[in-house]
């Protein structure tokens, strides 16, 4: 973060026509988007989402309310446009882009990024969700579709995900990472009772006391657990970090890609935003792990990047009143009484 | 509220392509809106939004952080284009009148609605407020200008409101109608410091001895504390409600008016949409008064229907996944797996 920058918005933003702080959040936000931007006035649109979309091989032990073969169903409705992430895309002009990063079967439709990296990662109950050079090759597709929103004009970053059984393996991360209990991270997924959450909750104790991800090695995180998507969030992550553009988390499986994304890079964390806090209870553990707070709580947990789709007219708004409202001095306003202060 | 459009409104919601309820909130609110305005496809565009305008004799008892002329200073730069309420409603694309309905001074500028009842209120520690014919005037003026709202095409109002002083009137009222204790009701306003807190505290609970409102009463608490824009923002609630608009509350202030809307007619609780939690901790507890639950907690004390404009794409958005969402049947998708019900 430019810290100069973000002094500079500050003293802006004190002087605008209304009293210090009284925007909130809004104005955190202003400038946290000064120091990502290196800009007193930041830019943030247009916004591009991308949503990788890979099947997980533990969802063959029945974690899911869906069968797998929702994945690819969805990956359709992605691309023929009746999701909710579509609808919330179009509100917000978004450019949005779907990638098949690791479904299980072939997807043939001419809007779809093909960039198959495996047909789902393995069961890893039984073996490694995937080799260490997948998991790298995932990171990279990551990267080059974020550099390719990029060049399309995207100026912020959302990244969404789909992948029946996803909630499995985000918990297996969160848990190794933040250190929580299982337990404590593993909450209804897309809708599962009380009875299948508990066996969620065994395969996940079971899967990672066979696997033994090594807590700081993301890299080795990821080839023993998975997901495809989540390896590309985190390379999508890294990717737009890097080029100073703000990424906006949606819930909990794109926050555990961005709990790997500052395992590899510890920098990344000044440039996420939080879109919102999931109704999944091991989002709220990964959240407090990056220290970050949540701009909306609307108990969602769809995911797709819809919570920070919904969110992003907030950023635009605080990047609206840094350029658009007017100053004490520019429009004669008395400023606060001597005597008060 | 129309429930059998609600229940109609639900069954379709729930058939879209998505975990049932993963979109929290805002499920709830498409279904509230749905009741509103009696369609099962609600339609909340344009926005319009009114902002009131008006002094409070109470002011010069030095309850604010800011001298009196602010207030129509602040009005010219609501007129200018230059004030917080005027970035986001342009964001929002809503449609905006600044009305006079009691500024302590005139005002000449083209933009302006004149609808000055009185040149601000009395000091309610020594005399009423106003009269009993001045509160209703001022209800009429705020029902009149929602209804022009309408009359040019807006679907939704969002009140707010500019008064130095005005946080004052609104912790009186709050305490007199939710029987919070004023020290409950009095919060920092636009930026007082803790003694003159307490300071706030002491006046408005001698007032409140001395004028005496009567709880139940709507006309007898305006026209014994006030405020002008309080009223207008009444008139403005009632008059959306009977014409099935929903009605997005800003802060505190905001709010006390719709407690006073309810007095008048309980109905109109239904119409109300809470845009936020303001910082200010009387709106706490008049929002748990109205049973409101907020859509957006940012810590802001601004006003001027700030945090019901930035809420606002969340309405949109209730209402584009209802329009727009394919269904499981349409798209194609396996429902829920049998074996997990």
């Given at each position: 973060l430019n810290h100069e920058k973000m002094e500079e918005a500050r003293e802006h933003i004190n002087t605008?026509?209304?009293?210090?702080?009284?925007?909130?959040?809004i104005e955190e936000l202003a400038i946290q988007l000064s120091g990502i931007t290196n800009q007193v006035y930041p830019v943030v649109t247009r916004p591009g989402i991308v949503v990788f979309a890979a099947d997980h091989g533990i969802s063959e032990m029945g974690v899911s309310a869906y069968p797998k073969e929702v994945t690819a169903q969805m990956v359709y409705n992605f691309l023929d446009g009746g999701?909710?992430?579509?609808?919330?895309?179009?509100?917000?002009?978004?450019?949005?882009?779907?990638?098949?990063?690791?479904?299980?079967?072939?997807?043939?439709?001419?809007?779809?990024?093909?960039?198959?990296?495996?047909?789902?990662?393995?069961?890893?109950?039984?073996?490694?969700?995937?080799?260490?050079?997948?998991?790298?090759?995932?990171?990279?597709?990551?990267?080059?579709?974020?550099?390719?929103?990029?060049?399309?004009?995207?100026?912020?970053?959302?990244?969404?995900?789909?992948?029946?059984?996803?909630?499995?393996?985000?918990?297996?991360?969160?848990?190794?990472?933040?250190?929580?209990?299982?337990?404590?991270?593993?909450?209804?997924?897309?809708?599962?009772?009380?009875?299948?959450?508990?066996?969620?909750?065994?395969?996940?104790?079971?899967?990672?006391?066979?696997?033994k991800p090594i807590?700081?090695?993301?890299?080795?995180?990821?080839?023993?657990?998975?997901?495809?998507?989540?390896?590309?969030?985190?390379?999508?992550?890294?990717?737009?970090?890097?080029?100073?553009?703000p990424i906006i988390l949606d819930g909990f499986i794109s926050t555990t890609a961005a709990l790997l994304a500052v395992l590899l890079e510890e920098k990344v964390k000044d440039y996420l935003i939080a879109g919102h806090l999931s109704k999944e209870q091991g989002h709220y553990h990964a959240l407090t792990f990056l220290n970050k707070s949540p701009l909306l709580d609307l108990g969602l947990r769809l995911g797709e990047g819809t919570g920070a789709a919904l969110s992003f007219p907030l950023l635009e708004a605080a990047t609206n009143m840094v350029k658009e409202m007017a100053t004490f001095q520019s429009a004669g306003i008395a400023n606060e009484r001597q005597e008060d202060k």
């Open positions: 605008l026509t209304k009293p210090v702080g009284s925007l909130g959040k999701a909710a992430i579509n609808v919330f895309a179009k509100q917000i002009n978004a450019l949005l882009k779907i990638v098949d990063i690791g479904v299980a079967e072939e997807i043939n439709h001419e809007q779809l990024l093909h960039k198959k990296v495996k047909y789902g990662t393995n069961n890893y109950l039984y073996e490694n969700a995937m080799t260490e050079a997948e998991a790298t090759q995932a990171l990279l597709v990551g990267m080059e579709t974020a550099q390719q929103l990029l060049d399309e004009g995207a100026r912020c970053i959302i990244v969404g995900e789909m992948g029946i059984g996803n909630t499995t393996t985000a918990s297996a991360i969160a848990s190794v990472i933040t250190g929580c209990s299982v337990e404590e991270a593993v909450g209804l997924g897309t809708g599962i009772s009380n009875e299948n959450r508990k066996e969620k909750v065994s395969i996940i104790a079971k899967a990672l006391e066979e696997r807590r700081n090695d993301a890299i080795d995180i990821l080839m023993k657990v998975g997901g495809l998507e989540i390896a590309g969030m985190t390379g999508a992550i890294i990717k737009a970090s890097e080029k100073r553009i």
